[in-house]
């Protein structure tokens, strides 16, 4: 009788072992090859606005090294998001920008100050990093000891004014010296970068919605 039930406790752990799920502090039940991943809250902020926020992180002894590499991380990642936006936007829209001046031979202004370089969606960028600003860290301590800091950074000001700041880099590219024809056409190139600018902004809104 003893062997009996002996069996019969067994077998019901082995049921209910086998049949039973992982689950989540959310109560959601995780299959055997999942992991619960956490987002730190500097994560979790800079993907509910990644069109102004970006993430970064750092590993030190020395936590005010992790804190200034973490920030470092951050700046860097959102200037190349920046980088990466006017760069599309100029290659699409501001073909006028290798055209000549009033002769019609190409300009070596210009050429020289091409807005479809990369080295002009650079310079945007680091101006719109200027005014960028800590908004939230956190801090761990790792297991041997060093600190592991998340940083998330942000734009202080509105998506709009970000987007006139960068147009009016652009305008002063345009040489002194160029045709009304010209002009007009420019003109027209400058309206199409900043509505590509715009409907990339939006695209970075929308898809945390």
């Known amino acids: 009788m003893f062997i009996i039930a002996a069996m019969f406790a ?4 082995f049921t209910a072992c ?28 800079a993907f509910e ?8 992180d750092g590993t030190n002894f020395n936590m005010s090294f992790a804190m200034s590499f973490a920030e470092g991380q ?3 990642a959102f200037q190349r998001k920046i980088e990466a936006l006017v760069q599309t936007a100029s290659e699409e829209a501001l073909t006028a920008y290798q055209q000549a001046s009033t002769n019609g031979v190409e300009s070596s202004i210009v050429s020289d100050q091409d ?21 939230h860290s956190d801090k761990f301590k790792t297991i041997d000891g060093q600190y592991h800091v998340y940083v998330c950074v942000e734009y202080r000001g509105a998506v709009n004014d970000m987007v006139v700041n960068m147009v009016e880099a652009v ?15 420019i003109q027209f190139e400058i309206e199409q970068f900043k509505k590509k600018l715009e409907e ?4 970075l809104r929308e898809q945390q919605k």
């Open 74 to 76: 951050a700046r860097a």
């Open 10 to 13: 067994v077998a019901i752990g």
């Open 171 to 185: 305008q002063k590219r345009v040489p002194k010296q160029v045709s009304d024809e010209d002009r007009i056409k």
């Open 200 to 203: 990339d902004f939006n695209r």
């Open 115 to 135: 807005i479809k370089s990369g080295a002009f969606a650079k310079q945007v960028a680091e101006g719109v990093l200027r005014n960028t600003a800590v908004i």
């Open 49 to 56: 606005k990644p069109e102004i926020r970006a993430f970064g």
């Open 18 to 45: 086998s049949s039973s799920k992982a689950v989540s502090g959310t109560g959601k039940a995780l299959n055997r090859e999942e992991v619960e991943v956490k987002m730190t809250k500097s994560e979790e902020l």
